[in-house]
């Protein structure tokens, strides 16, 4: 079975500095691997996405995560906050074997401070 | 080209009321996927459909829900005999084939009352 952990259901950063949010997966097969944004009241926007290839993952708005096979590990980071960045953050895990359906973590809530 | 619908946005029932949540993937996806998502937790997998066809509902409560992909119209997600531990907002995500990303409409936010 797969399981995705995110380390940290809050975490607080200053304008400008670097973002790190955590994610850990567990997987008994070569993972796709995700991480997803949900502003208030809305949807969820994919912000990348891991599958095959380079391991070093960039994504929109100044994101990008790193696939770490021996750390079971895709960790999300931005160099430099800004406040539009407060949101939740998922990270997911799929096995495109079992139809694609996505197993996600409980979530990050990132709060930016001026 | 629009993106996941769903609707209606807010829905409040009452204990034993029949709740309906709608879903309009986006044009030309036929991969349908709905997730619910409890009060600080994170979106859970209920069920993976195709056009007319259940492909996983491995995540669906054995009783009281139900959902359908018609050839014609949208996704439906079904419950029956609402309690207030129902009450969640409920996603909705499309893709255009197996192993493509999937794309999220805004939820249905269910208050069961």
Known sequence: ??????????????EGALVLLRC???????????WYVQYPNQGLQLLLKYTTGAT????????????????????LTKPSAHMSDAAEYFCAVSDGNQGGKLIFGQGTELSVKP | NAGVMQNPRH??????????LRC??????????????????????MVYLQKENIIDESGMPKERFSAEFPKE????????????????????ASSPGLQDEQYFGPGTRLTVT
């Open chain 1, 1 to 14: 079975a797969q399981s995705v952990t995110q380390l940290g259901s809050h975490v607080s950063v200053s």
């Open chain 1, 24 to 34: 850990n997966y567990s997987s008994s097969v070569p993972p796709y691997l995700f």
């Open chain 1, 56 to 75: 070093l993952v960039k994504g929109i708005n100044g994101f990008e995560a790193e696939f770490k096979k021996s750390e079971t590990s895709f960790h």
């Open chain 2, 11 to 20: 829905l409040v029932r009452r204990r034993g009321q029949e709740a309906r």
């Open chain 2, 73 to 92: 119209g949208p996704s439906i997600l079904r419950i029956q005999q609402v309690v207030r531990g129902d009450s969640a907002a409920y996603f909705c």
């Open chain 2, 24 to 45: 309009s993937p986006m044009k030309g996806h036929s991969h349908v996927y709905w997730y619910r998502q409890l009060p600080e937790e994170g979106l859970k997998f």
